[in-house]
């Protein structure tokens, strides 16, 4: 009986513990979002700066085409630098070295959703997309 008490306890106690939506450090803060707009014709590849890299973060639907009807915003050491949908893409120059990148499904069904890659940048390269990152 004692036994059966505890273990009901201790089940109570675990279903009222809410999961935490804190993002880790890669992302911006929770309270933040983007409203994308895609246009048809986007202007081509910039060049970087000669001391930094260009990093291009890309969405591809593949031959299907639009399936992707969430907005995914990128965060980047921490804080949010964009976000695409629709099989679009945005650039962001960086400094050289290490970096931290986070994906998240911005939709409030489904919150603390995440992806998180890292990269190393060299300046005057360019980096292409982060999309197919490592869940968390």
Known sequence: MRI???VMFFAAFAFAQVPSTAYPPACGPESVSFNVKTEKSQPGPAQP???KALVYFIQDDGP????????????LDGKWVGAYKH???FSVSVEPGEHHVCVNVQQPSLPGLVALAHFTAEQG???TSARNCSQD
Do not use: E
């Open 49 to 51: 700066d000669p001391a």
């Open 87 to 89: 099989n679009s893409y």
């Open 4 to 6: 059966g008490v505890l």
């Open 125 to 127: 390269k360019v980096i």
């Open 64 to 75: 299907g085409g639009n399936h992707q009807h969430a907005t995914l915003r990128i965060g």
